[in-house]
């Protein structure tokens, strides 16, 4: 004990800390974590492989117990858990792991719904034929060899692969600091690219992936968009969308129902729990039109079937799908592998590179050791030549020896005859078959043959049935097929270019035997940027109600009707909910709507259900990430990728705020214009460009530029700052150079130019538009058409034409002018919208009855009147609002359809409260 207290030395523990850390991390780095460029493999791997090797467990013959296995390994070569090494035998033996299987069970090896594989004491396993080709030529000194753990073995550092295993079958692993993440590759591919790199080393990154376009995942599916190989490729790092493979089955053709089949899914993504999470996603609500889910995969393939609900657009629930759950999943790739024993980062080329030079290196040492041993065969082979050439005084000269050992003395001593070999030894070269470091006296020499010990002690082995002709006819023809393979040996190590055609003449045996059809599809462009083609294009109404539930139907649902009558129920309504919302709009086109919060989202009229007249519709909370109260208020059509492309790279402008502007003696007033009825004057345009024009309840107005909302964002984008209470009522899209109308549900009207409001950003507060008296608020913001009139509607279901003239332009803050009479007949004024002749209406009421009648019937009137019934409402029942059908579809007088009690044609009313302050701003 005193002996060995003298031995312990005081150290620093922030030194040692330091330096035991740094070697734990190379370890796990280099030695377990990492795989090698050259071969692909880890440690592990590499150790598992050889082991069955060793034990003789190939591809032809009989499977040994994994147990067996696992023991030679851990107890030779990887001291380390059993668990963990059966593991990676397991890993090697799925076929949806790894894309080309290297180790070929027998038993239960698990399944991609993530069951585990039985105990190593069932299973069994052997190499496959692939296998082989990784530790092809091993034997032959191609690589450098390792002692093991304790030194009594010998293991090799790197396996002298033919096949580019680091591409092929990837590798993923987590070192100290550092981590790898390299997906499987198809082998055809990757050998044409290998092939490709040999015969022009100029090739950039994108010249290889004329060859290799992608991963190709043994589970195949799909991968969404190029931009993520192209970055993984060029730099080592980058993400790429799986997504999985979905057809569309009709269960019912005549109703209309279909279901999803998925029979592909994303690499190394658990089926079971996939099926649970989608299960749970439905009952959540999170996701709705799916009524059933069953698993129908078995031994012939994959298959979960989605069934939908009847009326479902499929690719919208796919795409819920895709979002929530890892239909769509995102493979991280990280090419970290090591190269001459350092973590190095790797694009496409540098793998292929290293595979290559790796090649070189083996078949030159391969090359090496083949010729060593042909020429010391050669060399035994041509002293066997000259014994039988010689073979009486080579027999007497044994017979009379009287050992062995002097029978050999004597044969090295004695000059003999080479008239056998000389002439094949001159055209062969004098050195051919010289083993290196023979001694110069032994061989050909003055026309004599001096045989070396090696030579001796072999004619002293030479059995008699070598003493025939025939035999000896046989060694000579051996003796030329040796010294031709030396020549063609000595030709590929001194020739490059030969040394090259080598290498490839085995890649092309490895890719004709193994090479297979690409599983993965890879498509170009994001896939989500394409569903539209699947939508047949046509004029949808889509509506959403009080209550938040949105839905379309196609606008040829609706025959139009005579004014008055009863309609047809729009929307089911439950809860006191109603209509709230309606939009005519095309189904491929893009949604812009604008919430009560002055947030902005985007949707596609697709993307929102198709649901019949009683449905509710879907609720808006599953299309769009609204905040608890915050409601849609405005919809507005436009074409996104036009105004994408017309947007540029950058468009953004200034967020800042602006103060809404206070005081009277700030607002700026137009001049009044003398203007003839039905004729819109020439105004001062602004520079030209588009814009959204918003208002809000409080009476303030703002323009910000269009090109602001050409990047959607799936939080949603801030419209415009509110004051506490405000409410943003009315969105639309303007050049710069309109007018701007402002109603409120007083009756009153308020016209000006837009160029009196000056852009701003996205974020700011606005202006005042129209001042307001207590408790009133705007209800409707139009920008006046060019010939149009103006349809005003009541609550109480009365409304008007008056034509565009009859409202004189005044400057923006005003209070305006009458537009119609609020009187307790009619109520407050709930809605106005700009009309031509010829086109068409719906009106919307509380209860959900909708009605579609012909603008040309509703009379026309000057501002101050009350005018005509529209519709006729129940004693508890409100209109809520109108909307202008653009395009109507022709319809026959005699196919319209009459309301239940006929139209009421009132006369206009005059009304008896003149217009007292039509001509002054407050």
């Known amino acids: 004990m005193g002996e060995l207290a003298k031995e312990i030395l005081p150290v620093n523990i922030e030194d040692e800390l330091k330096q035991s850390y740094l070697d734990y991390a190379m370890s796990v780095i280099v030695g377990r974590a990492l795989p090698d460029a050259r071969d692909g493999l880890k440690p592990v791997h590499r150790r598992v492989l050889y082991a069955m090797s060793e034990l003789g467990n190939d591809w032809n013959k009989p499977y040994k117990k994994s147990a067996r296995v696992v023991g030679d390994v851990i107890g030779k070569y990887h001291p380390h858990g059993d668990i963990a090494v059966y593991d990676t035998i397991v890993r090697m033996a ?26 190593m004491r069932y299973t069994e396993v052997r190499m496959t034929k692939l296998a082989h080709e990784l530790l092809a030529d091993l034997e032959k000194e191609t690589v450098d060899w390792v002692p093991n753990y304790d030194g009594t073995e010998q293991i090799p550092a790197v396996m002298p692969t033919k096949v580019p295993n680091l591409l092929v079958n990837g590798s993923s692993g987590i070192a100290v600091g550092m981590a790898t993440n390299i997906p499987p590759h198809n082998l055809t591919e990757v050998i044409d690219g290998c092939l490709a790199l040999m015969d022009n080393a100029e090739l950039t990154v994108d010249d290889l992936m004329q060859y290799i376009p992608g991963p190709d ?40 129902r279909q279901q999803l089949v998925v029979t592909e899914l994303p690499y190394q993504l658990n089926k079971a729990r996939l099926i649970e999470k989608i299960a749970e996603l439905v009952k959540e609500k999170k996701i709705e039109g799916i009524t059933e889910l069953r698993d129908e995969s078995d031994k012939d393939g994959m298959r979960v079937v989605i069934e939908l609900r009847r009326g479902e657009v499929p690719d919208v629930v796919l795409n819920n799908l895709y979002a929530q759950t890892q239909m769509q999943s995102v493979f991280g790739i990280n090419v970290v592998a090591l190269v001459d024993g350092q973590p190095k980062i790797m694009n496409l080329k540098d793998m292929l590179e290293v595979f290559i030079r790796h090649r070189r290196e083996v078949v030159t040492r391969r090359t090496v050791y083949e010729l060593r041993k042909a020429r010391e065969r050669g060399h035994i082979l041509e002293g066997q030549a000259v014994a039988l050439s010689n073979i009486d005084p080579v027999i007497e000269l044994i017979k009379a020896s009287p050992t062995p050992a002097e029978a050999k003395e004597r044969l090295i001593a004695t000059a003999w005859e080479s008239s056998a070999v ?103 462009s994001r896939l989500d940027l394409t569903i539209a083609d699947l939508i047949t294009e046509e004029e949808r109404v889509v509506t959403i109600s009080h209550g938040g539930y949105a839905k379309s139907q196609p606008l040829a649902a609706y025959e139009a009707q005579r004014r008055g009558g009863k309609g047809k129920s729009a929307t089911g309504v439950k809860d006191e909910d109603y209509v709230e919302h309606l939009l005519v709009a095309n189904s491929h086109a893009t949604l812009l709507l604008f919430s009560s919060k002055g947030k902005v989202y985007w949707l596609r009229t697709f993307e929102i259900p198709e649901a019949s007249r009683a449905a509710r519709g879907r609720p808006l909370v599953n299309l769009l990430p609204l905040d608890e109260g915050e409601r849609i208020t405005a919809m507005l059509q436009i074409d996104l990728e036009a105004l994408q492309q017309s947007a540029g790279a950058d468009e953004d402008l200034d967020d800042e705020g602006v103060v809404i502007e206070g005081e009277a003696s700030e607002v700026v007033e137009a001049e009044e214009v003398e203007e003839v009825e039905g004729e819109t004057p020439e105004l001062v345009a602004e520079p030209t460009g588009a814009f959204i024009f918003m208002a809000t309840a409080f009476g303030t107005v703002k323009k910000t530029p269009l090109v602001q909302f050409s990047r959607p964002r799936s939080a949603g984008l801030i419209a415009l700052k509110l004051e506490e209470g405000d409410t ?20 009153k009207v308020l016209r000006f130019a837009e160029s009196k409001v000056r852009t701003m950003g996205r974020t700011a507060r606005g202006v005042r538009g129209m001042r307001l008296g207590k408790d009133q608020q705007l209800i409707s913001m139009l920008i006046p058409e060019s010939g149009a009139q103006i349809l005003t509607a009541s609550e109480r279901g009365f409304g008007k034409r008056t034509g565009l003239g009859k409202f004189p332009r005044r400057g923006r803050g005003g209070q305006g002018v009458i537009a119609m009479v609020t009187s307790e007949r009619n109520g407050k004024l709930v809605g106005a919208i700009q009309v031509q002749d010829g086109e068409e209406i719906m009106l919307i009421s509380d209860q959900g009855t909708l009605v579609r009648t012909r603008v040309d019937e509703v009379s026309s009137s000057g501002r101050n009147t009350q005018g005509v019934t529209l519709i006729k409402l129940a004693k508890d029942e409100t209109l809520v609002g109108l909307e202008r059908v653009q395009e109507p579809t022709a319809v026959e007088e005699d196919e319209l359809v009459e309301g239940e009690e006929g139209a009421e044609v009132a006369e206009s009313v005059e009304a008896p409260v003149a217009d007292a302050e039509e001509g002054s701003e407050e």
């Open 94 to 119: 799925q076929d949806f792991s790894l894309r080309y299987l290297l180790v070929d069970g027998q038993g239960n090896f698990g399944s991609v719904d993530g069951d585990n594989a039985a105990a």
């Open 728 to 747: 943003l009522i009315a969105a639309a899209i303007t050049d710069g150079a309109k007018e701007v109308m402002l109603f409120s549900d007083a009756g």
């Open 217 to 256: 995942f043994p589970t195949a599916g799909i991968i969404n968009g190029r931009a993520g190989i192209i970055e993984a490729y060029r730099t080592g790092r980058g993400r790429i969308y799986i997504r999985a493979r979905v057809e569309v089955e009709d269960i019912d053709k005549v109703g209309g």
């Open 422 to 524: 000389e002439a094949m030894v001159e055209r062969a070269g004098a050195d051919s078959c010289r083993p290196e470091g023979l001694d110069a006296q032994y061989g050909l020499r003055d026309g004599k043959y001096y045989l070396s010990p090696e030579q001796a002690q072999a004619i002293l082995e030479l059995r008699l049935h070598r003493l025939t002709g025939l035999e000896h006819e046989k060694l000579l023809a051996e003796y030329q097929e040796i010294l031709n393979l030396i020549g063609e040996l000595i030709r590929i190590l001194t020739n490059p270019e030969r040394l090259m055609e080598v290498i490839r003449e085995e890649l092309e045996k490895v890719k004709a035997e193994f090479g297979d059809a690409r599983r993965t599809e890879i498509v170009a």
